[in-house]
């Protein structure tokens, strides 16, 4: 039997391809022989570079994140190709369209139902990083005088992921609490250069995200916000840390650390979420949990509250392109998950309600942007 071409898609993010990662491998147990091709957005795929489960790249620059109307677009040219034979088999696990229908309050798991067959691998992202990685890593660790601190954070200040929203001038005041009176560094890191005279207080610009996964082995915690850095730290080319995730309970897309972990049966015991916080707090909790852990997180972890308002967005955005059969799919997907719950069809009837008011008023916001026009 001849070898099958697939393509797999998944467009964005960083976060969200690393957990595609696994789909890609379980393809190549499922279709052993096969010549994968992975559809992936320019931002988000250096996170593919070298890995081994896939054998061909496509660079998507014609679909911008979150632009629904040119995924379906793709979407349609995609099948094309496999009524034409390039394809003899379409994997579509973006987080996007009907997809949406997965979404069961963890991120992750609703890339990997979107797959539609059993995850029989190691679900622990797949990123293999080149050698000069590694080494311009070590570079940075030397140039940065690692070696003298008895603990180094790794901040993630600047997530992508919504989780969370912290400014830089935050971000500073937080780590100059930390290092304070500690033999402690902290590392900012996110593409924005920073710039501080305390020597303990490091600019992590310089490295990528995929050297930042190699940086990871020389830290001993990490703060964060579930977005790529802190995922990248759960791959194979990270190291899972100690941590403290910084989270906004109430965010349209929720993906805590503490759900996704629970879900993949993967231990939870060193990660303190909060979600109520300010300066001193993360502080005292970060310090804290430098000295004893367990202690830290008895004190400071608070917990997810389990809500539904995301169905609201997904039930408008499935109605918006008559998508019926994967609304019914996105009520199945959680009632298994949830069982029936009055919450979740509270806000399956919300979302079918105010669909046409959320029509007009997106049909407005569209109209004004359009003319110029700022709405206060």
Known sequence: MASQNIILVQLYSNGDCLYATTVAQQIKTDFPGCHLTWAISSFCKSIIANNPF???????????????????????????????????????????????????????????????????????PVLRLYPEEIERTRKFVIDSGLEKYNDVVLFEYAPQSGQSNISLAFAMR???GIVADQNVAVILSSANKVNHSNKAIIDGSSLTLRETAALSHYCTFLLGSSSGITWI?????????????????????????????????????????????????????????????????????????????????IIYNLLCYLEFGAILKHIEV??????????????VVLGFLLAPFTLVGNVFRKRLRRDGIRLL
Request: charged share 25%; glycine share 2%; hydrophobic share 40%.
């Open 54 to 124: 896939v054998d061909e790249v496509m660079e998507v620059n014609t679909v911008a994140k979150n632009d629904i109307a040119a995924f379906r677009r793709l979407k349609r040219q995609i099948y094309r190709l496999q009524k034409k034979g390039v394809y003899d088999q379409v994997f579509i696990v973006h987080n996007a369209d009907t997809n949406l229908a997965y979404y069961d309050g963890s991120i992750r798991s609703s890339i990997l139902k979107a797959y539609q067959h059993p995850i029989t691998v190691p679900v622990q």
């Open 334 to 347: 959680n009632r298994v998950v949830y069982g029936d719950n009055v919450s979740f069809y509270k806000e």
């Open 233 to 313: 730290t759960t791959s194979e080319a990270g190291k899972q840390l100690p941590m403290v995730q910084l989270l906004n309970a109430h965010t349209t897309w929720v993906n805590p650390i503490s759900r996704d972990f629970e879900r993949f049966h993967i231990a939870n015991n060193k990660v303190i979420e909060l979600l109520s916080f300010d300066e001193p707090t993360i502080i005292a909790c970060v310090k804290a949990a430098l000295k004893d852990f367990g202690s830290a997180k008895q004190k400071f972890n608070q917990h997810i509250p389990l809500h539904f308002r995301t169905t609201r967005s």
């Open 174 to 176: 937080i780590a100059e």
